[in-house]
């Protein structure tokens, strides 16, 4: 196993769509899929796309903190599907291991029914809300190289850690 680099916003492997993952159970995917798990521990985020480890295949990693609600252990899921459920929206902040230092309020579904193989291929079928649903849209934008800015509507909600730290902004209850 081995602890990879990770690619910043910038790079082109970020906006490129990912290729399907053919056997979830061949070698190099077992071996990326090790890699990401060392990785994002290494690192420190919640979730992990194989782009942003320089791989072209349809494979994330996330798992949900006892801090933000329902926890959920770490789950990886090839060749995922994410279909919003309802059309209810809402703002929440993210980061992204790829824009290092930087966090947004960005519109997402507020659930999301999650569906693809999962650690030993078997077929995963989840209906997440609120900050897991939040993640499993983040990590399965940068799978069709989409970046949390590419989603904001309002750059206001958009800053470096430690300032949204120092001066908490609330969010609007309304998208506009
Ligand atoms: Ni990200």
Partial sequence: MAILKI???GHPVLLARAAEV???????????????VETLKDAGGVGLAAPQVFAS???????VPDSRGEAMPLTAVFN???????????????GCLSIPGLRAAVPRYRQVRLTGLGIEGEALDLVLEGFA????QHE?????????????????????????????????????
């Fill in 7 to 9: 690619a910043r916003m």
């Fill in 57 to 63: 295949a349809r494979l994330f990693i996330f798992y």
């Fill in 140 to 176: 399965a934008d940068h799978l069709d190289g989409v970046m949390y800015p590419m989603r904001m509507h309002d750059f206001r909600y958009f800053g470096f850690n430690e300032e949204v730290d120092r001066y908490p902004m609330a969010l609007p209850e309304e998208i506009l």
């Fill in 133 to 136: 649903a939040r993640v499993v």
């Fill in 80 to 94: 995922p599907v994410v279909t919003p459920l309802g059309g209810e929206t809402e703002l929440g902040w993210e």
């Fill in 22 to 36: 053919e056997d979830v159970l061949a070698p190099d995917a077992r071996r990326l899929l090790a890699d990401m």
